[in-house]
């Protein structure tokens, strides 16, 4: 154990920490004047895009863990907006850079990244949830092109997205995971619709995406016919992690930490409430826990040890992390947090409940909570397979 | 930066178990448990020739000299096979010498301690956990008056720390307190004898650094409760999905149901973070600046408290799984759930902790 900071990394610090002082006006409340110059801004200094080589657009560093978490600390600290981080950036890019053909990675990583391009991510089917696998959107070879059909659901920005990275399957011979391949589609082509779908938050978050005969080339599979879930397997562990990120988490806590200061009922502040202070204290204790857990994972990476189950349940655990964290605010507001959308009343935007509402739904998505527990007692226990039923 | 063990961190905690697989198994905790006669004595003996028994004593006093994390790393194993022994005082003590001690008083009593002549216990439940029932003690003139209650080890500890009612921190020889003044406190768990201290006109010396040092010797305690919480967990863990994998019932080993995998999945869950917590409580505590350290102290408070819940959890959870047999005197699973229900209270229970941690931030008066 040795967290002091090298005189490279503490330069590294001071450099960030300048950056953002000499832009303190373009994020003033936390959220970037001009989102794409924001964006451009960030690629150019290496906080945004950096490990991404510079033909692709990117700023071309060498990956260094250390400066990627000292850039996250410093955001969290100014209170900055980070880079963008769509679906596009944050499992497409990763994807390509993988798999891709260099046709499809200069094509599509530069503007991806600039924020030029919406992607939305089109995996999750009615009939095929935590059974990923089981999906049925087929795709039917027409001369040199595919003509798809089927649906998709939880496709998040899809009224947005110019394009679609997507699951189909092109060989419904083969066994449930070998038929599979990853598609790219713009979302113009005809025989697209796409219909928003509302949820309790009252936003709809996500939509339902239906294909009618709609004509890709073959050439807009990634990695190969029929690889598609071996493709789709490498970037959802990036979806895993950024769904638990432990510095999101402080972040919320800490503003939770100061509406509790600020905020009073009969004169006094929450915070003087000693239950809704021990609630508190107990969701800080669990946050740092995952937060030391996160470190312990940054040096087995690059260390190369296996970590086992301290990277299994990242997901399960922030998620019902933050969660929990939306729940103490909305019951230290008492009748307060029951407010919504607008009014003289309602406290930071009611974001408190959107959150509680929202984030219940990432427990469910990006693999179930109880999917996360399968994950975690059969790859990190070593505990045998539900067996499957017999076939009547 | 580097959150992780060093090679010989792991290879020191490798080694323990297996002196305590030689030295403690179960059936020799089991005697020990059974048997209020009986010491202990061979099995700290076997330990402090593995070098336990100064593990932060300087090497100049004998001892190895390390850190605070790794004696944490020990009280995990430690915790791990419930040994019957009185590590706490053998690492509390020698901080107390180092700290407030002259250099005649850490002369005189930590070589002692290191070569495992003697062992030692520290006294301050009642300014950490509360005082009850009366108990308290006063210091005038070199004498110690009143009643120290849950002191672990205090029974036949040769060199006694204690803490009076003002925060200072004294130190009392064994001898000047003979049988009559040491009371065993049964408890439920019985591999750690907690002892009840009468002292009248008492002698003892004073130690240097008062509060500063009180508030050390209770953030040192609380990172090595919950250590061996820690490990206590994870061999609950362990042995819940060890016999999921072997029971069988319905045709098919219970492991493989779902109801029963997620109870193991949630105990991992739960654990493993408390693993990062614990190390870097210790690790804040070993390279806290001198003088008071609110980060250190925030740390081996939220260790003390997230191990004591996630302790309770796990308790109950692997007897859960293991049936009719977790509750059995046969399968011995009660020594480690025992462990963690006394780990949970002793020093404070979760909620006074986390009430001291919100002091600390300024968030509670």
Same mark, same amino acid.
């Given at each position: 154990?040795?967290?002091?900071?090298?005189?490279?990394?503490?330069?590294?610090?001071?450099?960030?920490?300048?950056?953002?002082?000499?832009?303190?006006?373009?994020?003033?409340?936390?959220?970037?004047?001009?989102?794409?110059?924001?964006?451009?801004?960030?690629?150019?200094?290496?906080?945004?895009?950096?490990?991404?080589?510079?033909?692709?657009?990117?700023?071309?560093?060498?990956?260094?863990?250390?400066?990627?978490?000292?850039?996250?600390?410093?955001?969290?600290?100014?209170?900055?907006?980070?880079?963008?981080?769509?679906?596009?950036?944050?499992?497409?890019?990763?994807?390509?850079?993988?798999?891709?053909?260099?046709?499809?990675?200069?094509?599509?990583?530069?503007?991806?990244?600039?924020?030029?391009?919406?992607?939305?991510?089109?995996?999750?089917?009615?009939?095929?949830?935590?059974?990923?696998?089981?999906?049925?959107?087929?795709?039917?070879?027409?001369?040199?092109?595919?003509?798809?059909?089927?649906?998709?659901?939880?496709?998040?920005?899809?009224?947005?997205?110019?394009?679609?990275?997507?699951?189909?399957?092109?060989?419904?011979?083969?066994?449930?995971?070998?038929?599979?391949?990853?598609?790219?589609?713009?979302?113009?082509?005809?025989?697209?619709?796409?219909?928003?779908?509302?949820?309790?938050?009252?936003?709809?978050?996500?939509?339902?995406?239906?294909?009618?005969?709609?004509?890709?080339?073959?050439?807009?599979?990634?990695?190969?016919?029929?690889?598609?879930?071996?493709?789709?397997?490498?970037?959802?562990?990036?979806?895993?992690?950024?769904?638990?990120?432990?510095?999101?988490?402080?972040?919320?806590?800490?503003?939770?930490?100061?509406?509790?200061?600020?905020?009073?009922?009969?004169?006094?502040?929450?915070?003087?409430?000693?239950?809704?202070?021990?609630?508190?204290?107990?969701? *800080? &204790? $669990?946050?740092?826990?995952?937060?030391?857990?996160? !470190?312990? %994972? @940054?040096?087995?990476?690059? #260390?190369?040890?296996?970590?086992?189950?301290?990277?299994?349940?990242?997901?399960?655990?922030?998620?019902?992390?933050?969660?929990?964290?939306?729940?103490?605010?909305?019951?230290?507001?008492?009748?307060?947090?029951?407010?919504?959308?607008?009014?003289?009343?309602?406290?930071? *935007? &009611? $974001?408190?409940?959107?959150?509680?509402?929202?984030? !219940?739904? %990432? @427990?469910?998505?990006?693999? #179930?909570?109880?999917?996360?527990?399968?994950?975690?007692?059969?790859?990190?226990?070593?505990?045998?397979?539900?067996?499957?039923?017999?076939?009547? | 930066?580097?959150?992780?063990?060093?090679?010989?961190?792991?290879?020191?905690?490798?080694?323990?178990?297996?002196?305590?697989?030689?030295?403690?198994?179960?059936?020799?905790?089991?005697?020990?448990?059974?048997?209020?006669?009986?010491?202990?004595?061979?099995?700290?003996?076997?330990?402090?020739?593995?070098?336990?028994?100064?593990?932060?004593?300087?090497?100049?006093?004998?001892?190895?000299?390390?850190?605070?994390?790794?004696?944490?790393?020990?009280?995990?194993?430690?915790?791990?096979?419930?040994?019957?022994?009185?590590?706490?005082?053998?690492?509390?003590?020698?901080?107390?010498?180092?700290?407030?001690?002259?250099?005649?008083?850490?002369?005189?009593?930590?070589?002692?301690?290191?070569?495992?002549?003697?062992?030692?216990?520290?006294?301050?439940?009642?300014?950490?956990?509360?005082?009850?029932?009366?108990?308290?003690?006063?210091?005038?003139?070199?004498?110690?008056?009143?009643?120290?209650?849950?002191?672990?080890?205090?029974?036949?500890?040769?060199?006694?720390?204690?803490?009076?009612?003002?925060?200072?921190?004294?130190?009392?020889?064994?001898?000047?307190?003979?049988?009559?003044?040491?009371?065993?406190?049964?408890?439920?768990?019985?591999?750690?004898?907690?002892?009840?201290?009468?002292?009248?006109?008492?002698?003892?010396?004073?130690?240097?650094?008062?509060?500063?040092?009180?508030?050390?010797?209770?953030?040192?305690?609380?990172?090595?409760?919950?250590?061996?919480?820690?490990?206590?967990?994870?061999?609950?863990?362990?042995?819940?999905?060890?016999?999921?994998?072997?029971?069988?019932?319905?045709?098919?080993?219970?492991?493989?149901?779902?109801?029963?995998?997620?109870?193991?999945?949630?105990?991992?869950?739960?654990?493993?973070?408390?693993?990062?917590?614990?190390?870097?409580?210790?690790?804040?505590?070993?390279?806290?600046?001198?003088?008071?350290?609110?980060?250190?102290?925030?740390?081996?408070?939220?260790?003390?408290?997230?191990?004591?819940?996630?302790?309770?959890?796990?308790?109950?959870?692997?007897?859960?799984?293991?049936?009719?047999?977790?509750?059995?005197?046969?399968?011995?699973?009660?020594?480690?759930?025992?462990?963690?229900?006394?780990?949970?209270?002793?020093?404070?229970?979760?909620?006074?902790?986390?009430?001291?941690?919100?002091?600390?931030?300024?968030?509670?008066?």
């Amino acid at each position: 154990m040795d967290l002091t900071e090298t005189p490279e990394m503490a330069a590294f610090r001071a450099e960030v920490r300048g950056f953002l002082a000499a832009r303190r006006d373009d994020f003033a409340g936390g959220a970037a004047k001009d989102v794409l110059g924001w964006q451009r801004a960030l690629i150019a200094a290496g906080y945004a895009a950096r490990t991404i080589p510079k033909a692709y657009g990117g700023y071309g560093a060498e990956p260094d863990i250390l400066k990627s978490r000292i850039i996250a600390e410093e955001f969290i600290a100014a209170g900055a907006p980070r880079g963008m981080s769509g679906q596009g950036i944050s499992m497409l890019v990763p994807t390509l850079l993988e798999v891709g053909s260099e046709e499809q990675k200069i094509r599509w990583i530069g503007p991806t990244l600039r924020g030029e391009i919406i992607w939305c991510q089109g995996y999750s089917e009615p009939g095929a949830g935590s059974d990923l696998a089981n999906l049925q959107t087929k795709a039917v070879e027409d001369g040199d092109d595919f003509l798809i059909s089927g649906s998709k659901i939880w496709t998040s920005t899809a009224h947005a997205a110019q394009m679609m990275f997507c699951l189909v399957r092109t060989e419904p011979r083969a066994a449930k995971h070998e038929g599979i391949s990853y598609v790219i589609i713009p979302m113009d082509t005809p025989g697209i619709e796409v219909r928003p779908l509302k949820t309790m938050t009252g936003g709809s978050e996500f939509n339902e995406v239906f294909f009618t005969d709609v004509r890709v080339p073959q050439s807009a599979v990634v990695g190969g016919r029929g690889r598609g879930w071996f493709v789709a397997n490498t970037t959802l562990k990036h979806e895993r992690g950024m769904l638990g990120d432990p510095n999101a988490t402080e972040a919320r806590l800490n503003a939770l930490i100061e509406l509790m200061k600020t905020e009073t009922v009969d004169g006094e502040a929450l915070i003087a409430n000693p239950i809704f202070r021990d609630r508190l204290m107990q969701l *800080q &204790g $669990r946050i740092l826990a995952m937060k030391f857990n996160g !470190l312990r %994972l @940054i040096t087995a990476q690059l #260390t190369q040890e296996p970590v086992g189950i301290a990277a299994l349940i990242v997901k399960l655990q922030g998620c019902e992390l933050n969660h929990q964290l939306a729940a103490l605010a909305i019951d230290a507001l008492g009748e307060l947090g029951i407010l919504y959308s607008d009014g003289p009343h309602l406290r930071a *935007q &009611g $974001r408190w409940q959107w959150n509680y509402m929202f984030d !219940l739904g %990432l @427990i469910i998505g990006g693999g #179930t909570a109880q999917i996360q527990k399968n994950i975690i007692s059969e790859r990190g226990l070593g505990m045998p397979r539900e067996p499957k039923p017999a076939v009547a | 930066m580097d959150f992780a063990l060093t090679q010989d961190q792991r290879m020191m905690q490798e080694s323990l178990v297996r002196t305590l697989a030689d030295a403690s198994p179960l059936d020799r905790v089991r005697r020990f448990a059974d048997d209020r006669g009986d010491t202990g004595a061979d099995v700290w003996r076997a330990l402090a020739e593995f070098g336990l028994a100064g593990v932060v004593i300087p090497e100049e006093h004998g001892g190895l000299g390390l850190t605070l994390l790794d004696a944490a790393l020990a009280s995990e194993a430690l915790g791990a096979a419930v040994a019957p022994v009185p590590f706490m005082g053998a690492v509390l003590a020698p901080i107390a010498l180092m700290r407030g001690g002259s250099a005649a008083q850490q002369a005189q009593w930590l070589p002692k301690l290191a070569r495992g002549e003697i062992t030692a216990a520290v006294a301050i439940s009642e300014s950490v956990a509360g005082a009850r029932d009366g108990a308290g003690v006063t210091a005038t003139n070199g004498k110690l008056n009143g009643k120290a209650l849950f002191v672990p080890g205090g029974v036949a500890a040769g060199l006694l720390i204690v803490a009076d009612t003002a925060g200072e921190l004294h130190l009392t020889p064994g001898e000047a307190l003979d049988s009559s003044g040491r009371t065993l406190m049964p408890g439920i768990d019985e591999t750690r004898r907690l002892a009840e201290l009468t002292f009248d006109d008492t002698p003892a010396e004073p130690l240097c650094g008062g509060p500063e040092l009180l508030a050390a010797l209770r953030d040192a305690a609380w990172v090595l409760i919950a250590a061996d919480s820690l490990g206590a967990g994870q061999a609950m863990l362990e042995k819940a999905v060890a016999y999921a994998k072997e029971r069988r019932q319905f045709d098919r080993v219970i492991g493989s149901f779902q109801a029963v995998k997620h109870m193991c999945a949630e105990m991992a869950a739960e654990l493993e973070p408390c693993r990062s917590l614990v190390w870097y409580a210790a690790y804040a505590f070993d390279n806290a600046p001198p003088g008071v350290s609110g980060e250190a102290s925030l740390m081996a408070a939220h260790a003390k408290a997230l191990t004591s819940e996630v302790g309770r959890f796990v308790a109950r959870t692997a007897t859960e799984v293991h049936g009719g047999m977790g509750i059995t005197d046969l399968l011995g699973l009660h020594f480690w759930f025992k462990r963690l229900g006394l780990n949970r209270q002793l020093l404070g229970g979760p909620e006074r902790v986390r009430e001291i941690a919100a002091r600390l931030q300024g968030l509670s008066v």
